[in-house]
């Protein structure tokens, strides 16, 4: 049948949406959360339920389309010729057990729900930086989180999930009836079903305590150093993330930081203050700025500063096995010449502890990985893209010497697929359980182009 036709029928037979080209609201729907992505779907579909979920596998397979799982979009990458965007957003139940240490969540679950949820229980969510990720487009993505040095990835995590295969058949799997499955829904998981449900081990964080120093640009080799020096020593509790600021030249800005560079280093531990390690890296610099203390989930998300509207973005990130003296001199040179305006903020997450012991077998590993750097560079209406292009080509080319065999799959750009992610051996075990799982090709390639 021809797409549309069949798309047509479809709708009528759906509780839920399905918005097609022409349509007053296509616009709006088709859009993911980086605006900075204009994807061309052939529909956007809201199923309400497992029914509609199963209605437009029909559909696909009437129309030759294919369905693509997308959340919220943050990492959505734009090639959706023929494919019917599909937006999890009804299945929307949590419960949280924290007895057992999990939550269960639907697909269309967001981060911030889960984290408000968890507020004063003494557990984390092993949640990344953005609250507005959907739970699961993370979580397949393999994901790192803020505390990912405790516990592993979003995806080391996953316990179970709820699978429509598309046979037709909704089951829930786990290590124990259907590892190879598991395998592949931890960092390749769009490509072998839907998932419509998740179980996902929380994580204990007794005393969560955070500091947070904030250094001038100056100190920032120096404070760098420091920091990869103490990585050797620190306990999986303690997680470290180091952004580099650089504010634009805007007379919008205070004058304290117009135009200005910071070097921040954030430090969250889950047992309680590590003052003797977060010492040597405090006298690396001049500190300008320090908050110390107890702090909560709900405190975490918010100073992450990440955008709570979607935005056009653009960004490019590098996997590190090794950060020496000279590269983190070249980095640092490299961010503050004047050309490199484009590049507001570098974050270099410590890797390391429970990423290097993953507990559950799965597609997405930053084992024996100790850097993850990403540079963001954003997309300013009206301002030619190709500053942009040539700082992000130059951040790859100054790292180029010290990039890891393979990353995660959420810090993927756009037309980057999984071969950046695994092995070719790891590739060829998802292409032929994909092969089982979907002959028809009724799911969209995603990052695994067929
Ligand atoms: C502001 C911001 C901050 C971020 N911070 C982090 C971070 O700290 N750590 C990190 O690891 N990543 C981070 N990311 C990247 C983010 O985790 C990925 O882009 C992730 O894929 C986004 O999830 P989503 O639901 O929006 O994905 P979408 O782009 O909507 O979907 C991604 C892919 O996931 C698959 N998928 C999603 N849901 C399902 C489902 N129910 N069934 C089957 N397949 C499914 C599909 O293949 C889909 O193509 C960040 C992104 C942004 C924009």
């Known amino acids: 049948m021809a797409l549309r036709s069949a798309l047509e029928s479809a709708r009528d037979a759906l509780s839920g949406t399905l918005i097609l080209p022409g349509d007053d609201t296509f616009d709006r729907a088709r859009r993911p959360w980086n605006l900075a992505i204009d994807q061309h779907p052939a529909a956007v579909a809201a199923p309400a339920d497992l029914r509609d979920l199963r209605t437009l596998l029909e559909a696909a397979r009437d129309a030759g389309a294919t369905l693509a799982v997308q959340p919220t979009g943050h990492g959505a990458d734009g090639d959706l010729a023929d494919a019917v965007i599909v937006r999890m957003a009804a299945f929307d139940e949590m419960s949280v057990d924290l007895g057992s240490g999990v939550v269960r969540v639907g697909s269309g679950v967001r981060?911030?729900?889960?984290?408000?949820?968890?507020?004063?229980?003494?557990?984390?969510?092993?949640?990344g930086t953005s609250p507005a990720v959907a739970v699961a487009g993370y979580t397949l993505g393999g994901g790192h989180s803020w505390f990912s040095r405790t516990?592993?990835?979003?995806s080391d995590n996953l316990r179970a999930a709820w699978v429509l295969r598309s046979d037709g058949t909704h089951e829930r799997v786990d290590d124990e009836s259907d590892p190879d499955l598991m395998w592949a829904l931890r960092g390749a998981g769009g490509i072998v079903g839907i998932v419509t449900d998740l179980e996902i081990d929380l994580v204990p964080a007794p005393t969560l305590w955070g500091t947070e120093l904030t250094f001038d640009a100056a100190d920032a080799g120096s404070v760098m150093r420091a920091v990869r020096d103490i990585s050797a020593a620190a306990p999986a509790s303690l997680n470290l993330f180091v952004n580099s600021m650089r504010m634009p030249d805007s007379?919008?800005?205070?004058?304290?930081?117009?135009?200005?560079s910071f070097l921040t280093v954030q430090a969250l531990s889950t047992v309680g203050?590590?003052?003797e390690l977060i010492e040597r890296v405090r006298r690396a610099g001049t500190v300008h700025r320090e908050v110390s203390g107890a702090t909560s989930p709900k405190t975490v998300a918010a100073s992450s500063g990440e955008p709570t509207e979607p935005t056009p973005g653009r960004g490019v990130s590098a996997a590190l096995s090794s950060l020496d003296d000279a590269t983190i001199d070249d980095l640092f040179r490299f961010r503050e010449l004047p050309e490199q305006w484009p590049i507001m903020g570098i974050d270099i997450r410590m890797l390391g502890g429970a990423l290097d012991e993953p507990r559950r077998a799965g597609f997405a590993t930053l084992q024996n990985v100790d850097w993850l750097l990403h540079a963001l560079v954003p997309v300013f209406p009206g301002v030619p893209s190709e500053p942009g292009e040539a700082s992000m080509a130059?951040?790859?080319?100054?790292?180029?010497h010290a990039i890891a065999p393979h990353t995660v799959p959420t810090f993927l750009g756009p037309g980057e697929t999984l071969e950046r992610c695994g092995d070719p051996a790891a590739l060829d075990r998802l292409?032929?359980?994909r092969t089982a799982a979907d002959p028809e090709s009724l799911i969209h390639a995603g990052r695994l182009p067929r």
């Not at 911030?112 to 968890?118: D, I, R, T």
């Not at 516990?151 to 979003?154: D, K, N, T, V």
């Not at 130059?394 to 180029?400: E, M, N, S, Y």
Request: charged residues 25%; negative net charge; glycine residues 18%.
């Open 431 to 433: 292409r032929s359980m």
């Open 273 to 275: 203050a590590a003052d």
């Open 151 to 154: 516990a592993g990835l979003g």
């Open 111 to 127: 981060w911030g729900a889960v984290v408000e949820a968890l507020e004063g229980t003494g557990w984390v969510a092993p949640a």
């Open 251 to 260: 007379p919008q800005l205070p004058d304290e930081i117009r135009g200005r």
């Open 394 to 400: 130059g951040f790859r080319g100054v790292l180029d």
